[in-house]
């Protein structure tokens, strides 16, 4: 699992640093979820999940004042000892002297955020998914049409940097060609973004690399976005038979998620920019729950049901 640094956290959450004289470069966040340890600071450490970022929110420090100095000592040396990765005030609340004793003892970054806590956890949570989520990096070009997120598939030079071209060139938003990096976020998303040594540029054959933020503007561009369905391409072979209907989608998998896939075999004067189109405005019909295929076999049945009945 990639790891993310506390840097990193205080740069993305705008935190501020307490403890400056603790690295925050090296020490690494590798788990994707927070925790608040009222009980801990109780005195239960059963189940403690302490590789988790730690947040101290108001109820917590309502806690800690209840306590006798001390207490507090003990409370913090026991919490501080198991080598959380950092600690986090919500609020703005501020630790105190001891706290910041005993966290640069144990090189434990202590950090303060002015967000209430149930934000802080929120957004904390959901960007280090994304950061720590698992990853691949597969061959393709991945293309934002209507809002779906089309990852284009195919042998090498098949065409799928020309297809996104003519795209980008139709309104649409290039996020990453050649390489694409897949990142599972949920069991339901997937997330596709370029590498950062590729970002917004696309190779075409004859001519070379083409930075598309530059020749087509900033609204020809996306960082990131969901993977919605893949577009396969594939030479066309006049012995298979090929899908004409679509009454039962297939699928692709990715890190175990399964993805809507279609084969769409490749002829000269065949417009694959529009047959891209068509597949993403087609898809979004499908997930509005409206089927042409399946209309197109109710009117059948009811024309052959009509004809059964005349005869």
Request: glycine letters at 6%.
């Amino acid at each position: 699992m990639y790891g993310v640094t506390i840097e990193e956290l205080i740069e993305k959450m705008n935190l501020k640093n307490v403890t400056p004289e603790i690295d925050v470069e090296k020490a690494v966040l590798t788990h994707p979820d927070v925790n608040r340890p009222a009980l801990q600071l109780a005195g239960f450490f059963d189940h403690f999940d302490k590789e988790r970022v730690q947040i101290i929110g108001y109820v917590e420090q309502a806690y800690i004042n209840n306590l006798s100095q001390e207490q507090r000592r003990t409370v913090y040396d026991k919490l501080l000892a198991e080598k959380i990765p950092c600690l986090v005030y919500s609020r703005g609340q501020m630790p105190d002297e001891d706290m910041l004793e005993l966290c640069n003892h144990y090189d434990v970054p202590c950090l303060v955020s002015d967000k209430t806590t149930s934000d802080l956890m929120a957004e904390v949570i959901r960007w280090l998914k994304v950061k720590l989520a698992p990853c691949i990096s597969i061959h393709g070009v991945l293309v934002d049409v209507f809002g779906e997120g089309v990852l284009i598939m195919g042998e090498s030079g098949i065409g799928k940097s020309e297809a996104a071209l003519e795209l980008i060139k139709r309104g649409h938003r290039l996020v990453t060609d050649d390489v694409v990096e897949i990142r599972k976020v949920s069991d339901e998303t997937l997330i596709g973004s370029a590498p950062d040594i590729t970002k917004h540029f696309i190779e075409l054959r004859g001519i070379g690399i083409i930075d598309v933020k530059t020749l087509f503007g900033v609204e020809s561009v996306k960082d990131t976005q969901a993977i919605d369905m893949v577009i396969k391409l594939e030479d066309w072979n006049r012995d298979k038979e090929y899908d004409r209907l679509g009454l039962e989608d297939q699928y692709t998998e990715f890190l175990g998620n399964k993805v809507v896939c279609h084969s769409i075999p490749i002829r000269p004067g065949r417009n694959l920019a529009i047959i891209v189109e068509s597949a993403a405005v087609n898809y979004r019909q499908k997930k509005m729950g409206y089927n042409a295929a399946q209309e197109l076999y109710k009117r059948v049945q009811a024309n052959l049901n009509k004809k059964s009945d005349l005869d």
